[in-house]
């Protein structure tokens, strides 16, 4: 009866370095959406993926992220050369694709 | 630009009594809304949903929707200390991308 799995959960990564993010949804569900929420600030959806496929991407930013979901294996959110303003963090949730959406732990992305 | 709205806070009320949290949103298709609990450094964890017009109550939780005002509150009977948190309104739209549009959050004080 696990919940939605994130790792790590904290992540140091000096300006530039690439961070990858990882989300194991929920038994049973196959629709994971990540949300950012930055220091002080509310949580703002960036994606929404199925199995293999980006349906909603329009709150990731243009460059330096993508997303993806494949068949086998958990979800990766995936950041190149990071900048401090990246700092946050990073929320993955999970839903059969309905009305709820359940959170994970959040990974702490601190960019030094 | 679809836009939940409340009042960051800190709305501090005594124990044992009501304390009343709001939320606007601007988005007049928004069929769904969602209020989380989020505890400091910790991840959203749902309360309550509610989607159709009127009061919805569960345990010490109370939700109303007003969608003709486009408006939604949180009722909390009996405030206990434990209850002190961010509680974060969430709409969700009505198209296919299943994202919740989060406001910034109220926090909760509940003083003994």
């Known amino acids: 009866n696990a919940g939605v799995m994130q790792n790590p959960r904290h992540l140091v990564r000096r300006r530039g370095q690439e961070a990858r993010l990882r989300c194991s949804p929920m038994?049973?569900?196959?629709?994971v959406y990540w949300y950012r929420q930055l220091p002080e600030e509310g949580l703002k959806f960036m994606v929404y993926l199925q199995k293999e496929n980006i349906i909603d991407e329009s709150g990731m930013p243009k460059e330096r992220f993508s997303a993806e979901f494949p068949k086998e294996g958990p979800s990766i959110l995936r950041i190149q050369q990071v900048v401090r303003g990246d700092s946050a963090a990073y929320f993955c949730a999970s839903g059969y694709g309905g009305e709820t959406q359940y959170f994970g732990p959040g990974t702490r992305l601190l960019v030094l | 630009q679809k836009e939940v709205e409340q009042n960051s806070g800190p709305l501090s009320v005594p124990e044992g009594a009501i304390a009343s949290l709001n939320c606007t949103y601007s988005?007049?298709?928004?069929?769904?809304f969602f209020w989380y609990r989020q505890y400091s450094g910790k991840s959203p964890e749902l309360i309550m949903s509610?989607?159709?017009?009127g009061d919805k109550e569960d345990g010490r939780f109370t939700a109303q929707l007003n969608k003709a005002s486009q408006y939604v509150s949180l009722l909390i009977r009996d405030s206990q200390p434990s209850d002190s948190a961010t509680y974060l309104c969430?709409?969700?739209?009505?198209?296919?991308?299943?994202?919740?549009?989060f406001g910034g959050g109220t926090r909760l004080m509940v003083k003994p």
């Open positions: 038994k049973g569900h196959s629709h």
């Open positions: 988005d007049r298709g928004s069929q769904s």
């Open positions: 969430a709409a969700r739209g009505d198209n296919a991308g299943n994202m919740l549009t």
């Open positions: 509610i989607y159709s017009n």
